[in-house]
């Protein structure tokens, strides 16, 4: 159960198609008198926002991708999840630190030790315990389907424009973060239609404890 506000966290390859879903979950949350914060990552606060645009476009050493992204989300830790939280919002944020062990540390390669450990230093709280998300919604999709969702639909981003071996290596890598934490993930098979993904999403957020059955 989680101590204060609640952490809900949208994961899942570029072309999951998870931003529909988190639309109509924040929907849901404010249906049942929850107020939203509406989040993202890399971004979030102005200075996240600045650093998600050079994580996006500009070329850099996969040290440098890792640290920037944990910059940014230290940023928005302090400066808008943490305060959320305490004010008992509901925080949905799409992407958290799943990401970066999925992109940086299996799609890169970058030393998953080294990402562990800066997860430790920029999750912390004040009071000692490791910030993660009360729920993590996985949109599983099979990298060739992705990639055929993507092509075409807008000028591709540094990670969009990545080959379909990236996406594979960063699907395995989501993989293994919900072997590592099953109870915290919710995996959603992303490649139904549109309405059995949402009932699927809103059947797992429906197990929690802390959902509220609002009378129809
Ligand atoms: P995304 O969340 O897909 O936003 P949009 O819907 O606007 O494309 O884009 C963020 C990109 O950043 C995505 O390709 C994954 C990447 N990313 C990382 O590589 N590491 C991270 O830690 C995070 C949060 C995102």
Same mark, same amino acid.
């Given at each position: 159960?989680?101590?204060?506000?609640? $952490? &809900?966290?949208?994961?899942? &390859? %570029?072309?999951?198609?998870?931003?529909?879903?988190?639309?109509?979950?924040?929907?849901?949350?404010?249906?049942?008198?929850?107020? *939203?914060?509406?989040?993202?990552?890399?971004?979030?606060?102005?200075?996240?926002?600045?650093?998600?645009?050079?994580?996006?476009?500009?070329?850099?050493?996969?040290?440098?991708?890792?640290?920037?992204?944990?910059?940014?989300?230290?940023?928005?830790?302090?400066?808008? &999840?943490?305060?959320?939280?305490?004010?008992? %919002?509901? *925080?949905?944020?799409?992407? $958290?630190? %799943?990401?970066?062990?999925?992109?940086?540390?299996?799609?890169?390669?970058?030393?998953?030790?080294?990402?562990?450990?800066? /997860?430790?230093? *920029?999750?912390?709280?004040?009071?000692?315990?490791?910030?993660?998300? %009360?729920?993590?919604?996985? $949109?599983?999709?099979?990298?060739?389907?992705?990639?055929?969702?993507?092509?075409?639909?807008?000028?591709?981003?540094?990670?969009?424009?990545?080959?379909? /071996?990236?996406?594979?290596?960063?699907?395995?890598?989501?993989?293994?973060?919900?072997?590592?934490?099953?109870?915290?993930?919710?995996? &959603?098979?992303?490649?139904?239609?549109?309405?059995?993904?949402?009932?699927?999403?809103?059947?797992?957020?429906?197990?929690?404890?802390?959902?509220?059955? *609002?009378?129809?």
């Amino acid at each position: 159960m989680p101590t204060d506000g609640l $952490f &809900i966290s949208f994961e899942g &390859i %570029d072309g999951a198609g998870k931003s529909t879903h988190i639309d109509a979950l924040a929907a849901a949350l404010r249906a049942q008198g929850r107020t *939203v914060t509406l989040t993202r990552e890399p971004g979030g606060t102005p200075l996240a926002e600045k650093l998600r645009a050079l994580l996006l476009h500009d070329a850099m050493d996969p040290l440098c991708e890792a640290l920037l992204m944990f910059a940014a989300r230290r940023d928005h830790l302090q400066q808008v &999840i943490e305060p959320a939280l305490a004010r008992g %919002d509901a *925080v949905l944020c799409d992407r $958290f630190t %799943d990401a970066t062990f999925a992109y940086q540390g299996h799609g890169r390669g970058f030393d998953l030790a080294t990402l562990t450990t800066l /997860e430790r230093w *920029v999750q912390t709280t004040p009071q000692g315990r490791l910030r993660q998300p %009360d729920l993590t919604v996985w $949109f599983d999709l099979a990298p060739e389907v992705a990639a055929r969702r993507l092509a075409g639909a807008r000028v591709p981003d540094k990670f969009e424009s990545q080959p379909v /071996e990236f996406f594979r290596r960063v699907a395995a890598g989501y993989a293994q973060r919900l072997a590592d934490d099953p109870v915290r993930f919710a995996r &959603i098979a992303a490649d139904q239609p549109l309405d059995a993904v949402r009932a699927d999403v809103m059947a797992a957020c429906g197990r929690q404890a802390w959902w509220r059955e *609002v009378a129809a």
